[in-house]
Nanobody, 126 residues
Framework: QVQLRESGGGLVQAGDSLRLSCAVS????????MGWFRQVPGKDREFVAT????????AYADSVKGRFTISRDNAQKTMYLQMNSLKPEDTAVYSC???????????????????WGQGTQVTVSS
């Protein structure tokens, strides 16, 4: 069993920064791409960023490109999302996801990912 747990969310003002973390625990998760998604009540889950197993490839949603940075530390079994210049429209529940072992490449689609965290709330006030 693999567990993902997000942390680092909170209430900030527009223009501020936050760094989200996603800690992996349980069964060893090897050779898995990971990603961040977000969701607002009443709307579909939205892709935010994805990173390959060794971290050499990344991709971002157009809405966050240039402001957010995804990274991972496999030795620490943790993935990060550095969010700068936050906007009110970034308000959402942010969830991390991990792909089935063996899926090492980046992917924007939620059905590529097998394991999900519970999410952490990010609220950006204007």
């Amino acid at each position: 069993q693999v567990q993902l747990r997000e942390s680092g969310g909170g209430l900030v003002q527009a223009g501020d920064s936050l760094r989200l973390s996603c800690a992996v625990s349980g069964r060893t998760l090897s050779r898995s791409a990971m990603g961040w998604f977000r969701q607002v009540p009443g709307k579909d889950r939205e892709f935010v960023a994805t990173i390959s197993w060794i971290g050499s490839s990344t991709a971002y949603a157009d809405s966050v490109k240039g402001r957010f940075t995804i990274s991972r530390d496999n030795a620490q079994k943790t993935m990060y999302l550095q969010m700068n210049s936050l906007k009110p429209e970034d308000t959402a529940v942010y969830s991390c996801a991990a792909a089935t072992p063996g899926r090492v490449g980046i992917n924007r689609y939620s059905d590529y990912y097998e394991y999900w965290g519970q999410g952490t709330q990010v609220t950006v006030s204007s």
